[in-house]
């Protein structure tokens, strides 16, 4: 029985850096461990500092490195396996898979925001905050519009602002009937108020995954979550959270 | 009723500059119009050139503009969505939703494969390429690999190589029963072979979808798709492709 070959391509220089590097790092380093410096590492492979950068970002970009300020560059965890779509594709849960209320506020949406839940531009929506925590690691932060048409039982005077405020507004949307979910997933920049909460700068690299909620009366809410695209893989599954082995993907093919 | 407002960060400088630019597109740009050069830009809005060049990198990120070697710097549609998933959530269809067999080779897995396959590394299996185009546009690129057992009526007489050989193994597949699918999303570089069919440059940031294809005998087939990260957006949905506007989820919060 023959055997193909796949069509091969030449590589460009930093490219093939990359894989040896890539190849150095599941051998000689370990999980936490810090690089030498750029001279140091051209020097011992025999490149410019130049195309040595060029292949440091792109084991960046895999999630392969992380480049921290005042720390150097260090040898990345595996990606964590974070479930994105919920646990019975319901309603965002009140503090359930590491999501925490943060806060809650009203005001006049976006027109964008608008344009997404199907509202008038001049109506006032809840907007709430929350953050989530894997494994002790910041993975997301989510802005959660909700119209006040969605929660008609919300009390302006109970918990007017804070964490309460926040599980009372998702407490009151949980009374309605979820018809379905639709959902889109992104790359983006971190806004700055996401970043700090993220613990990364202004513009890092984020998975945006925005979500319709569907009741038969049309959107009933809207959430943009921002996921650290260098340490997160979001993972959707029939069978609910089936882990990939967390080396796979990044070697797969 | 009182109005809260969330917490507000101070923002570095190339990002405030990212806004103002963000709106200067949206107002005096066309789709596909060059911008002016760094060094013009960074004069019309009193910066230091290595901001400008900071805060057009966060609008590549976000899918706003295109660098292109000898074109510039051009002002990008908007990013096209693409439903992930396949309708019905079945088998990869033969030709469906885009996608065109490329090849299909024989040979042994990569020990990530092996692993993601629940496979013996020294079993061959066969790998099919396949890509997507959308709008015609190149979307994606795809390595489905499929384990001799699961395809035990391939002959390997009939359709050697080539498209036609990539549609026989896909043929096959889909006599199977499927139990459902687990998936997981990302961040990638394009690797050279990609890159290419993607046209785009080895390292372009890339979504990687790995699709695990499940019955009740185990993992029946692995697909890792790698998506151009500047001009898609994956959708998901309970509804089928259910189109969220595409300028929306940019501006959304």
Sequence with gaps: MGTTQLESVPEPKYWHLKTVLSEALDQDFAVGEILPNERELAAR??????????????LELEGRLQRRRGVGTTV??????VAVGGTGRGWPSEAGEGWQPVDAAEGLPTPA??????????SRIHT??????????????????VPGGSVPGLSAIDAP???ARARAVLRELRRLELDGQDR????????????????????A?????????LTADGTAAVSVATYRADTCRLTFGDLGDVQIHPDDTRQAS
Excluded at 76 to 81: E, N, V
Excluded at 128 to 145: F, S
Excluded at 205 to 213: A, E
């Design 184 to 203: 889109s997933v992104e790359l983006g920049s971190a806004r700055a108020d996401d970043a700090k909460e993220l613990d990364r700068l202004p513009g």
């Design 161 to 163: 602002a804070g964490p």
């Design 128 to 145: 709430v905050r929350r953050t989530r925590v894997t494994q002790g690691q910041p993975v997301a932060a989510e802005l959660l519009h």
């Design 205 to 213: 690299p984020v998975l945006v995954v925005t979500t319709r909620y």
């Design 45 to 58: 492979f025999g490149v410019a500092r130049a195309t040595l950068r060029q292949a440091l970002e792109q």
């Design 76 to 81: 990345a965890p595996p990606r964590l396996g």
């Design 113 to 122: 925001v608008a344009r997404l839940l199907g509202v008038d531009p001049q």
